[in-house]
């Protein structure tokens, strides 16, 4: 069966520093990857979603940047985090174009100091 | 662009009852909608896709409907019990490759 898995699950980080969150698939290939940002009592708010390795396309102009060196490796840096930047975000995997469902991860809480 | 719409105000129901939540969307009639739950601290988890040509789905105790006239999904929970509560997110197809999410309509069912 397929598994998603992304950490670490909580991060505490000073204004300024860079960031590196991971996540991976297991037990599918070539899965359409995806990166969101969820605001407390918000919406889901795409970032990046990669069709391919090496594919990404970006949603939203911020200070973040995600790269996919494998096939089921996605990963959402930042050189210089902001205040801004604190919230929840969760890697999802699909396959397929069109009706196929997305499949989450538990996240990650990202606080800024 | 696609707007979907969800009350935000949590819908608090008496264990047994039927909860029933609404998904509206602004725009063009999407090719199908999806359902997930999340809870708190948690990922989104899929629960239900309906097409546009599908009136009514069902799955266990869930069923949601799908109106393109109203631009509505209603997504109804039949014998709800404490653990169905957590927030209930509507997800429109934007693109190929993309959904768009509501906020989400968090429910509670008092035991």
């Known amino acids: 069966s397929q598994t998603i898995h992304q950490w670490p699950a909580t991060l505490v980080q000073p204004v300024g520093s860079p960031l590196s969150l991971e996540c991976t698939v297991e037990?599918?290939?070539?899965?359409?990857l995806y990166w969101y940002r969820q605001a407390a009592g918000r919406g889901l708010q795409l970032l990046f979603y990669?069709?391919?390795?090496?594919?990404i396309s970006s949603e939203v102009p911020q200070n973040l940047s995600a790269s996919r060196p494998q096939d089921r490796q996605f990963i959402l840096s930042s050189k210089k985090l902001l205040l801004s930047d604190s919230g929840f975000y969760l890697c999802?995997?699909?396959?397929?174009?069109?009706?196929?469902?997305?499949?989450f991860g538990d996240g990650t809480r990202l606080s800024i100091l | 662009s696609q707007k979907i719409e969800q009350n935000s105000e949590a819908l608090n129901i008496q264990e047994g009852k039927t909860a029933t939540l609404t998904c509206n969307y602004t725009?063009?009639?999407?090719?199908?909608l999806q359902w997930y739950r999340q809870d708190p601290g948690r990922g989104p988890v899929f629960l239900l896709l309906i097409r546009e040509n599908e009136k009514e789905k069902r799955k266990e105790r869930l069923k949601v409907t799908f109106d393109t006239t109203l631009k509505q999904s209603l997504f109804h929970i039949t014998a709800s019990q404490p653990a169905d509560s957590a927030t209930y997110l509507c997800a429109l197809r934007d693109s190929s490759y993309k959904l768009i999410f509501g906020s989400g309509t968090r429910l509670l069912v008092r035991p």
């Open positions: 999802a995997w699909s396959v397929g174009q069109g009706v196929q469902p997305q499949h």
């Open positions: 037990g599918t290939s070539n899965p359409n």
């Open positions: 725009n063009y009639s999407p090719a199908y």
């Open positions: 990669s069709v391919g390795i090496g594919q």
